[in-house]
């Protein structure tokens, strides 16, 4: 069953398994298309410093960079950033760099800033950012290391180092924002977007 009324499908610019599930579950054929462009080195050299800002122009530049390739359809590109405070965050690099960014973010709260953008032809038509708060509770060495154990590699997958749709929900005690924006995509928006350009049945 597809809702998906486009002459050819949705590309997504990502490899992102949550993003994949989050538009196959909301009845969109898509094609997944990796972007492919050195995102910390855009970071870098754009010179910006707030984390909806960065998640905005990583999202867009990757929707430009894959739409550039596939002319004609629609290509959406996705970022998230999670800010303690100023320090921002990226995927750790192993476990040990999983274990401090767990501690540092233990009993303390961050935000996710997950931007989505929309381009065709090399040109952006829609972008936004949606921010969500998450309060991880205070987690004791032991607990770090049992959790850092069990979930393995998927530690290094996502940025802080947990996935809340997995094991990663043992380590919050609050959370403001929707389910979407948490996984990397601000779902809502974007099918009001597609929508808005008669690409849904619904």
Same mark, same amino acid.
């Given at each position: 069953?597809?809702?998906?009324? !486009? ?30 462009? #050195?995102?910390? !080195? ?10 909806? #800002? ?24 996705? #970022? ?6 100023? %320090? ?5 690099? !192993? ?33 936004? *950012? ?6 991880? %509770? ?20 996502? *940025? ?17 924002? #929707?389910?979407?924006?948490?996984? !990397? ?12 350009? %008669?690409?849904?049945?619904?």
């Amino acid at each position: 069953m597809t809702l998906w009324r !486009g002459p050819s499908p949705l590309i997504l610019a990502s490899q992102s398994r949550a993003r994949q599930m989050l538009l196959a579950g909301a009845g969109i054929d898509y094609q997944a298309v990796p972007a492919d462009i #050195d995102e910390r !080195g855009v970071q870098q050299s754009s010179g910006l410093t707030l984390p909806g #800002d960065i998640a905005a122009l990583l999202a867009g530049e990757k929707a430009r960079a894959v739409s550039s390739r596939h002319p004609g359809q629609f290509v959406v590109g996705a #970022d998230q950033t999670l800010a303690l405070g100023k %320090r921002l965050f990226s995927k750790p690099a !192993g476990r040990m760099q999983a274990a401090g960014q767990l501690r540092a973010l233990a009993g303390n709260r961050h935000e996710l800033h997950s931007a989505v953008a929309v381009a065709r032809d090399g040109k952006i038509l829609f972008e936004t *950012v949606a921010v969500a708060g998450m309060t991880m %509770r205070p987690l004791a060495a032991a607990e770090i290391e049992a959790y850092l154990n069990e979930a393995g590699e998927a530690v290094t997958s996502s *940025v802080g180092a947990y996935q809340l749709e997995g094991l990663g929900v043992h380590l919050f005690e609050r959370i403001e924002g #929707d389910h979407f924006t948490i996984l !990397g995509l601000p779902l809502l928006q974007l099918l009001a977007f597609l929508r808005s350009e %008669r690409l849904l049945a619904v």
